[in-house]
């Protein structure tokens, strides 16, 4: 278990929503095959990562807790399976896209498929929260330059964030999950 992330997860972010009537948010998670979604997932689920394996279809987390339900789906990234992306985006509240910054020879295609991404007609207007992942390896690129490859600045049609991760240690991962929160809070008004 990691020791950077709050012992909560995924139910720190529902604390933080509390005081609302019962509202369902739907938060996609997507990014190439190799990215660390589905660590990522389980991070955010407090589970342990000692086995984890490829995404061959979606995962999806249900966290129901003081009048919220969380669904977070984690869909595979391999090149078969990105053409189904677009079905799974329906009433999404959150879109949250992982990048393996260490892998600088896809950043190309990882920069087309999040362009092609934010331009389907079910996320105008959806907060983008971009993970940095694997920031723990010495090849990492930083996330600054990472946003910058990616015209992340482009995005002026939705609230958008970089942050940078580590999936495995958990550092960095509350950080995107606080801005998420005020994202929603600030939808919610």
Request: hydrophobic residues 40%; negative net charge; charged residues 25%.
């Amino acid at each position: 278990m990691n020791t950077l992330f709050t012992p909560q997860g995924l139910l720190s972010v529902i604390q933080k929503l509390k005081g609302s009537e019962e509202q369902d948010l739907r938060i996609v998670l997507l990014g190439l095959d190799n990215a660390g979604k589905t660590t990522l997932l389980k991070c955010l689920a407090s589970e342990e990562l000692d086995t984890v394996t490829p995404t061959q279809g979606f995962n999806i987390k249900n966290v129901h807790s003081d009048g919220f339900k969380l669904s977070v789906w984690d869909i595979g990234g391999q090149r078969a399976i990105r053409a189904y992306w677009k079905k799974y985006l329906v009433s999404t509240d959150i879109l949250i896209y992982v990048i393996d910054s260490a892998d600088q020879k896809r950043f190309e295609e990882t920069g087309q498929e999040l362009s092609e991404l934010v331009e389907e007609d079910n996320l105008i207007g959806v907060p983008l929260l971009v993970f940095a992942n694997k920031q723990d390896l010495a090849t990492a690129s930083l996330a600054a330059d990472i946003a910058e490859g990616l015209s992340l600045h482009k995005y002026r049609d939705r609230p958008w964030q970089i942050q940078a991760c580590s999936a495995l240690s958990g550092e960095g991962v509350q950080d995107g999950m606080n801005w998420m929160c005020s994202q929603i809070t600030s939808r919610k008004k």
